[in-house]
């Protein structure tokens, strides 16, 4: 059995008339997870407990229950999402023993509709990344080629899906942590609007940036997982009350009519000849399908990275002041004061990238500096909000590149942080607006790597992403499976 | 601007970073040069710009989603304390504070 082959969407009717076993799906899961360890996707692997689970749904299955809407269906989870006694790492060596007394409202909906949750997926350390290289448990590999990296923060999400190792996973994006390893790494992966999907649970990094989404093999497997997953949920107070839309439903209307708007400052300098032509020979198939393409601008976002590694690293050093050895996690031994207990805890139990990150949010939040970097941050970041407002008066979507290349080679960012930073470039915008946004493959490029389109949504209106999403994703008519690995 | 050692050494005191001397001239070379790319935010007069704290969710009724303040029980301490490095009788025990 190949995961790859089987989409969510179909597996549900299936397990329900007995023609696939929920216990098949998941050993073949394992098996595959097992095959290809070397990727090191996981970081956790819950061999026994998705069997007793996928067991349970196969018993449902042969009483004639009526099956939950992901019964069966195998879900991998970044592992700085929470879940009861399963170790969540966060990729840190200072979570390295965290076994949580919670479950995060995303995972507990995934697992009360039926999914089975096969095990917690490597990711830059705390979220900070876009290599997934920045993790104590080592680099996660691309299965396109191994010598290059499958994008991050949530880079063992995207490989678990791409290679088959799960139908689909969760991952949590702050700067583009789904969007751009999905691109990477040949799946979709959707970041929601901030506020549509419970943060409760979600490991913080940047609070006011951070949502978490789905990655799937397909634009429907997707709207599946976003439909359950979504909806206010009382103890994520930033949790929208707003109706959730049904997005199966919803992507099956074409595109006929629909605005589309191509903002030019996402085609310039730094952008591949390759993911160039592929974007618009996309933009060129929706207009065939019957859109309107426009013309639009999006004046500010050359200041989007500045704006974000502002107010994200400032909000990182608040959020991970509490890794201090007292409560969870790693302690340094030798120390004989509390505060030199907490100074050299969180030197050795934090990486280069999260430890520069808490320096230049300290720096940014310190006396004498409010008001020159994070205030006017606050102010720039009004302005990339306003030029989205700006847009949506003209258009329903907006259709950019995911990333500038494909996938990079292992080490060739690690050196230097701007130059890393800069691979965020396109997604970091909808973050800061609090907007959608959806990766999905668009093509593969001459050296065989995949390529990655970007939909940007009105807030709320995941249903149009979708929509827009699954009408090209028919027309493209690609199979994105990447080569067999070793 | 630039960064001087000593404004590193004086950041990684308040954000709790004993950091080893090769990490202090590593990020004092590494943060002015990010600093150095974020003070192209100046280029811009945000003068009559409000600053934009929360992403209220602009789509429907723009408010947060509230809830009657009722009294919910807790973790309890024994589920507290199950993780602590070094729990002592459900407290956290911690190296000493004033004197050391």
Redesign the interface.
């Known amino acids: 059995m190949e995961l790859k082959r089987l989409t969510i969407s179909s597996l549900h009717n299936r397990i329900a008339r007995g023609e696939v076993k929920a216990a098949d799906v998941c050993r073949a899961a394992l098996d595959r997870i097992e095959r290809l360890s070397e990727l090191n996707a996981f970081i956790t692997v819950r061999a026994d407990a998705a069997m007793a689970r996928a067991d349970e749904i196969d018993h449902a299955a042969e009483r004639g229950d009526k099956l939950p809407p992901l019964a069966g269906a195998v879900i991998a989870i970044k592992d700085n999402m929470v879940m009861r006694g399963v170790r969540t790492t966060a990729g840190s060596r200072i979570l390295f023993?965290?076994?949580p007394?919670?479950t995060a409202t995303a995972v507990d909906r995934l697992e009360t509709a039926g999914a089975i949750i096969v095990g917690k997926t490597n990711l830059d350390e705390f979220a900070m990344g876009s290599s997934t290289e920045n993790s104590a448990y080592g680099p996660v590999r691309n299965p396109w080629d191994t010598t290059r990296v499958p994008g991050g923060s949530s880079g063992g999400s995207a490989v678990a899906v791409a290679s088959g190792m799960a139908m689909g996973a969760l991952g949590s994006d702050t700067g583009g942590s789904i969007r751009q390893p999905a691109s990477l790494s040949g799946v979709v992966g959707l970041k929601p609007?901030?506020?549509r999907v419970s943060r409760y649970g979600l490991i913080a990094f940047g609070s006011?940036?951070d949502q978490i989404g789905p990655f799937a093999n397909s634009v429907e497997d997707a709207a599946r997982i976003l439909g359950v997953i979504a909806g206010?949920d009382?103890n994520d107070?930033?949790?929208?009350?707003?109706e959730v839309d049904d997005y199966v439903k919803s992507i099956s209307s074409d595109v006929s009519g629909l605005r589309v708007g191509v903002p030019r400052e996402y085609y310039g300098e730094g952008l591949d000849v390759e993911v160039k032509g592929k974007v618009e020979a996309s933009i060129m198939k929706l207009q065939e399908m019957g859109a309107e393409i426009i013309d639009i601008s999006l004046p500010?976002t050359?200041?989007a990275?500045?704006?974000y590694?502002?107010i994200a690293t400032a909000e990182a050093?608040a959020n991970l002041?509490r890794y201090?050895?007292?409560?969870?996690?790693?302690?340094a031994e030798e120390?004989?004061?509390?505060?030199?207990?907490?100074?050299?805890t969180?030197?050795q139990g934090?990486g280069?990238e999260v430890?520069?990150r808490?320096?230049?949010g300290?720096?940014a939040l310190?006396a004498g500096y409010y008001d020159q970097?994070y205030?006017?941050?606050?102010?720039?970041?009004?302005?990339i909000?306003g030029d989205f407002?700006n847009a949506f008066a003209k258009c329903d979507v907006i259709v950019t590149p995911t990333a500038p290349t494909p996938a990079f080679k292992l080490g060739e960012k690690t050196a230097d942080?701007?130059e890393m930073y800069l691979s965020d470039i396109y997604t970091i915008t909808a973050n800061l607006?609090?907007v959608p946004g959806l990766s999905m493959p668009c093509g593969l490029s001459s050296s065989g790597l995949p390529i990655g389109l970007q939909l940007i949504g009105?807030?709320?209106?995941e249903a149009t992403l979708l929509r827009t999403a699954h009408n090209l994703e028919q027309a493209l008519g690609a199979d994105f499976t990447p080569p067999p690995v070793m | 601007m630039g960064?001087a050692r000593a404004?590193?050494e004086k950041?990684?005191e308040?954000?709790?970073?004993?950091?080893?001397s090769e990490?202090t001239d590593?990020?004092t070379e590494?943060?002015s040069?990010?600093?150095g790319?974020?003070?192209?935010?100046?280029e811009?007069d945000?003068t009559d710009?409000?600053?934009?704290?929360?992403?209220a969710?602009?789509?429907?009724?723009s408010e947060?989603?509230?809830?009657d303040d009722q009294v919910r029980s807790g973790?309890g301490q024994e589920?507290?304390?199950?993780?602590?490095?070094?729990p002592e009788a459900g407290y956290?025990r911690?190296?000493?504070?004033i004197g050391?």
């Open positions: 023993n965290y076994k007394p919670y609007t901030y506020g006011s940036l206010h009382p107070s930033t949790s929208s009350n707003v500010h050359e200041y990275i500045p704006v590694y502002l050093s002041a201090d050895g007292v409560r969870y996690g790693y302690r120390a004989s004061t509390l505060k030199a207990m907490y100074s050299r969180r030197d934090f280069a430890k520069r808490i320096m230049l300290t720096y310190s970097y205030g006017k941050s606050q102010k720039v970041r009004s302005l909000e407002r942080p701007l607006a609090g009105k807030h709320f209106d | 960064i404004d590193v950041i990684a308040l954000a709790r970073l004993e950091l080893t990490e590593l990020f590494q943060l040069s990010i600093i790319h974020v003070e192209k935010l100046n811009l945000t710009v409000q600053p934009m704290s929360h992403c969710p602009a789509g429907g009724d947060y989603a509230k809830r973790l589920l507290a304390v199950e993780n602590a490095p070094d956290f911690v190296p000493r504070v050391g």
